[in-house]
């Protein structure tokens, strides 16, 4: 399968499972308030796929656009006043404030809800994760200027003990939220320990496709991997070239090879262009040329030759770690980890309006798509726990005050409360077209903001 097929196939069954969780969330609790659900839709536009079911004939279609999804009910939108007698009490306009509420509020909470589960799932099964070792530090960084060495440990950012890679990350991104500065517990392979004050002001509004943490200097720490061969793809460039399990590259171009990331450097960047491999077997020094075969990934060409690196042999344990927890500490952590990223989300959203957070953070479909990608690269469980992200974060989303989505209902029906009738029928048309046009305005700037990670510059 090409990296695009995999990339888009990963994409549409990220989106089809939360799109799936968040309509089924508005079904479950609209049949559960009495109310007829007419048409189960994944997708907006043209039904491509359309089917009657169950005993109120509920249509369930795929639509044509597929970035999103609706659940429409009898009594809703244009159907209002063509109700028929009979039905009257199944129509969802006519049920009270507080069940109308319940039902437009079960979408997003449904994607709470399973960000929850696939969270608890994840740290109940147990997760390999890199440690927090650090590698040398970017020149005139924050980190280097912090003093960070190669090789030290992480143990605790800003009196939060740190245990992963991912555990750095998240608290340093949180920290950079409120804070221009985070103090660093470090040890060293000799096991001396150490302080450090690293500046984060520099990394709160990262460029289009910077990552926040590399703009701070930080790097995972990579052991030097010698550059010798293990398996071969059969068929692929390498194959055709006659190279061998156990042949150590060294030099590219007449440029020496110290490390594996030399050769995957050189032949990433040079796809369908001959390279001139010098290589050592039994002793014995060769020369080859390699033509790199050109293939896509994350919305750009690289090249490959179809080999694999042999087992260094490194300790894992000082590199990895597997996170495990039991099932009541797993579910407690689930809990706290849906809370902390919804509230990171949301006040990102808050900086982001009032400039104190560059709009660059925001990114749209083709991004998430390729995340997408690259988590199910990895395996299952980041793709698993990048969908947890993705969840809570189209949960946070909905719940925004702004007409069209659920939240800007649910804003409706507390006007509705506080006045004792819903709201005149010209202010929700109103309101739904300053909704659509700011939807439209974040989806625009979502899109140029993936054009311009993929196209640089």
Same mark, same amino acid.
């Given at each position: *399968?090409?990296?695009?097929?995999?990339?888009?196939?990963?994409?549409?069954?990220?989106?089809?499972?939360?799109?799936?969780?968040?309509?089924?969330?508005?079904? @479950? %609790?609209?049949?559960?308030?009495?109310?007829? @659900? !007419?048409?189960?839709? +994944?997708?907006?536009?043209? &039904?491509? +796929?359309?089917?009657?079911?169950?005993?109120?004939?509920?249509?369930?279609?795929?639509?044509?656009? &597929?970035?999103?999804?609706?659940?429409?009910?009898?009594?809703?939108?244009d159907d209002g006043g063509d109700v028929a007698p009979h039905e009257a009490h199944r129509s969802f306009d006519r049920q009270s404030v507080w069940k109308r509420m319940a039902i437009v509020a079960a979408g997003p909470l449904a994607n709470l809800a399973m960000a929850t589960v696939l969270y608890w799932g994840l740290f109940m099964h147990g997760t390999e994760e890199l440690r927090p070792v650090l590698g040398p530090p970017v020149a005139a960084s924050p980190a280097d200027l912090a003093g960070i060495r190669n090789g030290e440990r992480v143990l605790r950012a800003g009196g939060e003990a740190v245990e992963t890679w991912a555990d750095l990350r998240w608290i340093l991104l949180r920290r950079m939220m409120e804070q221009d500065?985070?103090?660093?517990?470090?040890?060293?392979?000799?096991?001396?320990?150490?302080?450090?004050?690293?500046?984060? /002001?520099?990394?709160?509004?990262p460029g289009p496709g910077e990552d926040p943490i590399e703009r701070l200097g930080l790097r995972i720490f990579q052991p030097a991997i010698p550059a010798v061969l293990g398996s071969i793809a059969p068929g692929s460039a390498a194959a055709a070239a006659g190279l061998l399990p156990g042949d150590e590259v060294v030099s590219i171009d007449g440029q020496a090879v110290v490390s594996w990331t030399d050769v995957v450097r050189a032949v990433r960047a040079a796809p369908g262009r001959p390279l001139l491999f010098g290589y050592e077997r039994g002793g014995a020094a060769f020369t080859v040329e390699i033509t790199p075969a050109p293939v896509e990934s994350g919305g750009r060409e690289i090249g490959r030759i179809g080999a694999m690196v042999a087992d260094p042999g490194f300790d894992r344990d000082g590199l990895l @770690?597997?996170?495990?927890?039991?099932?009541?500490?797993?579910?407690?952590?689930?809990?706290?980890?849906?809370?902390?990223?919804?509230?990171?989300?949301?006040?990102?959203?808050?900086?982001?309006?009032?400039?104190?957070?560059?709009?660059?953070?925001?990114?749209?479909? %083709?991004?998430? /798509?390729?995340?997408?990608?690259?988590?199910?690269? !990895?395996?299952?469980?980041?793709?698993?726990?990048? *969908? =947890?992200?993705?969840? !809570?974060?189209?949960?946070?989303?909905? $719940? $925004?005050?702004? &007409?069209? $989505?659920?939240?800007?209902? !649910?804003?409706?029906?507390? @006007?509705?409360? =506080?006045?004792?009738?819903?709201? &005149?029928?010209?202010?929700l048309m109103i309101g739904q077209k300053i909704g659509l046009a700011l939807i439209l305005m974040l989806m625009v700037f979502a899109l140029y903001n993936d054009f311009t990670r993929l196209i640089p510059g």
């Open positions: *399968m090409s990296d695009f097929l995999f990339y888009a196939l990963a994409f549409a069954v990220l989106l089809g499972v939360l799109i799936v969780v968040h309509e089924l969330g508005h079904f @479950v %609790v609209a049949r559960w308030a009495g109310v007829k @659900v !007419l048409r189960f839709s +994944v997708g907006f536009g043209r &039904p491509l +796929v359309l089917w009657r079911a169950g005993k109120d004939a509920t249509e369930w279609a795929i639509g044509i656009f &597929p970035l999103g999804g609706y659940v429409r009910m009898l009594g809703e939108g500065s985070v103090e660093l517990d470090l040890v060293d392979e000799r096991g001396e320990t150490s302080v450090c004050r690293l500046a984060l /002001a520099e990394a709160r509004n @770690v597997t996170v495990r927890h039991g099932f009541l500490p797993a579910l407690g952590k689930a809990i706290a980890e849906t809370w902390d990223k919804s509230l990171f989300t949301l006040r990102s959203m808050g900086k982001m309006i009032t400039g104190a957070l560059s709009w660059h953070n925001i990114s749209g479909p %083709v991004t998430i /798509a390729d995340y997408a990608g690259q988590s199910a690269r !990895l395996g299952l469980d980041h793709y698993l726990r990048f *969908m =947890a992200l993705v969840s !809570l974060s189209l949960a946070v989303l909905n $719940l $925004l005050p702004v &007409p069209v $989505l659920d939240g800007g209902h !649910l804003l409706y029906y507390v @006007v509705e409360i =506080a006045r004792g009738r819903p709201l &005149p029928d010209r202010c």
